[in-house]
């Protein structure tokens, strides 16, 4: 099974800030990473896709990059409901597999 | 608009069954394949299953084969989850997604259906 690790776990950030979250798979996946976020009791929204494909209605502040086994998820400047948890998934080969998460918080 | 609406949830004993059902809307349901995902309390995120839109093809997590099987209806545009032997380590919130298949993402999602095993 291909593992993906998201570091960091955890961050604290204010309003306005940039925000970097990285995904490393534990082989490469060439393109085919995913971004979700999951606010509190809710279901999980696509974000990103295919690595740097931004999924429709999702605010221009979010983007990805990376191929191969690294990835990055930055969010441009932090905005107040943007505070949930992030999470990558690789849709490479099966079994799909997710990050444990990245849990960004106010500062 | 996509809808995905999740059914089926509730309490059972370890050694259990219960089938979950999700009901597809706005799409061609049976152009897409259909996955379910599930995070159990305060956890992350666990992909479980998914079948291909003519469900002639299947995947399993190795910790369900042989114990869940997925099915759909495509004339009811309904995905199923049959869930037998259900085990403690089971108990979850279970999320229908369009999508999860090879290069595709889970595009969009129910608002899940919570499974608990327990005496």
């Known amino acids: 099974d291909i593992q993906m690790t998201q570091s960091p776990s955890s961050l604290s950030a204010s309003v306005g800030d940039r925000v970097t979250v990285t995904c490393r798979a534990s082989?490469?996946?060439?393109?085919?990473l995913n971004w979700y976020q999951q606010k509190p009791g809710k279901a999980p929204k696509l974000l990103i896709y295919?690595?740097?494909s931004l999924q429709s209605g999702v605010p221009s502040r979010f983007s990805g990059s990376g191929s191969g086994t690294d990835f990055t998820l930055t969010i441009s400047s932090l905005q107040p409901e943007d505070f949930s948890t992030y999470y990558c998934q690789q849709s490479y080969t099966t079994p799909w597999t997710f990050g444990q998460g990245t849990k960004v918080e106010i500062k | 608009e996509v809808q995905v609406v999740e059914s089926g949830g509730g309490l059972v004993q370890p050694g259990g069954s219960l089938r979950l059902s999700c009901a597809a809307s706005?799409?061609?349901?049976?152009?897409?394949?259909m996955s379910w995902v599930r995070q159990a309390p305060g956890k992350g995120l666990e992909w479980v299953s998914a079948l291909s839109g003519s469900a002639n093809t299947a995947y399993y997590a190795d910790s369900v084969k042989g114990r869940f099987t997925i099915s759909r209806d495509n004339s009811k545009n309904t995905l199923y989850l049959q869930m037998n032997s259900l085990r403690a380590e089971d108990t979850a919130i279970y999320y229908c997604?369009?999508?999860?298949?090879?290069?595709?993402?889970?595009?969009?999602w129910g608002q899940g259906t919570l499974v608990t095993v327990s005496s």
């Open positions: 997604a369009k999508g999860g298949w090879y290069q595709t993402p889970f595009d969009y």
């Open positions: 295919a690595a740097s």
């Open positions: 706005g799409f061609t349901f049976s152009s897409y394949a």
């Open positions: 082989q490469s996946i060439s393109i085919y």
